[in-house]
T-cell receptor, first 112, second 115 residues
Framework: AQRVTQPEKLLSVFKGAPVELKCNYSYSGSPELFWYVQYSRQRLQLLLRHISRESIKGFTADLNKGETSFHLKKPFAQEEDSAMYYCAPIRPYTGGGNKLTFGTGTQLKVEL | GAVVSQHPSRVICKSGTSVKIECRSLDFQATTMFWYRQFPKQSLMLMAT?????????EQGVEKDKFLINHASLTLSTLTVTSAHPEDSSFYIC???????????FGQGTRLTVV
């Protein structure tokens, strides 16, 4: 069974400070992990996925299979980064699409 | 623009009544749609997978007779909460993907309050 742990419910940082949102997973098979973000009053949306190894809005995340982690990082937090962040491994569904298992989420608050 | 649309965004109903929530895929045909539930200050939990033209598959612990899912067309899935009770009050969200291993697009969610 898949399990995702996001140990921090709330993370408060000052603007310009580095950010690290932790995510640890347990997964049978090859994990495929995503980070989703929900800004205030907006719907959930994809931030980034580990297979693309991209940087979105300054955020990066590296899959560390040894530590079973997929932490989300940004060197300098911006006020607009304040949001709810969910780590989510996917289970491709044979009928099409993907089932997502969400972590508990971390509320990031960037203070001025 | 939005890829997925849910309706209504908010509904209040009396205990014992049924409520239907619609999820529409606006950009592409979706043979599969997913329904999630989110309690206040908690994470999203997958409830069921809606399959066009066949029965929905439910996650463990989710009552299929309570949460009826109909996926009658490639762009529409409905979730009906039958004989609603206050404990069914929650935020219900649907999602679609173009295919496996691709981004999931989410609806704006439906806030159900049962009084």
């Amino acid at each position: 069974a898949q399990r995702v742990t996001q140990p921090e419910k709330l993370l408060s940082v000052f603007k310009g400070a580095p950010v690290e949102l932790k995510c640890n997973y347990s997964y049978s098979g090859s994990p495929e992990l995503f980070w989703y973000v929900q800004y205030s009053r907006q719907r959930l949306q994809l931030l980034l996925r580990h297979i693309s190894r991209e940087s979105i809005k300054g955020f990066t995340a590296d899959l560390n299979k040894g530590e079973t982690s997929f932490h989300l990082k940004k060197p300098f937090a911006q006020e607009e980064d304040s949001a709810m962040y969910y780590c989510a491994p996917i289970r491709p569904y044979t009928g099409g699409g993907n089932k997502l298992t969400f972590g508990t989420g971390t509320q990031l608050k960037v203070e001025l | 623009g939005a890829v997925v649309s849910q309706h209504p965004s908010r509904v209040i109903c009396k205990s014992g009544t049924s409520v239907k929530i619609e999820c529409r895929s606006l950009d592409f045909q979706a043979t599969t749609m997913f329904w999630y539930r989110q309690f206040p200050k908690q994470s999203l939990m997958l409830m069921a997978t809606s399959n066009e033209g066949s029965k929905a598959t439910y996650e463990q612990g989710v009552e299929k007779d309570k949460f009826l899912i109909n996926h009658a067309s490639l762009t529409l899935s409905t979730l009906t909460v039958t004989s609603a009770h206050p404990e069914d009050s929650s935020f219900y969200i649907c999602s679609v993907s173009r295919g496996q291993h691709t981004e999931a697009f989410f609806g704006q969610g439906t806030r159900l309050t049962v009084v």
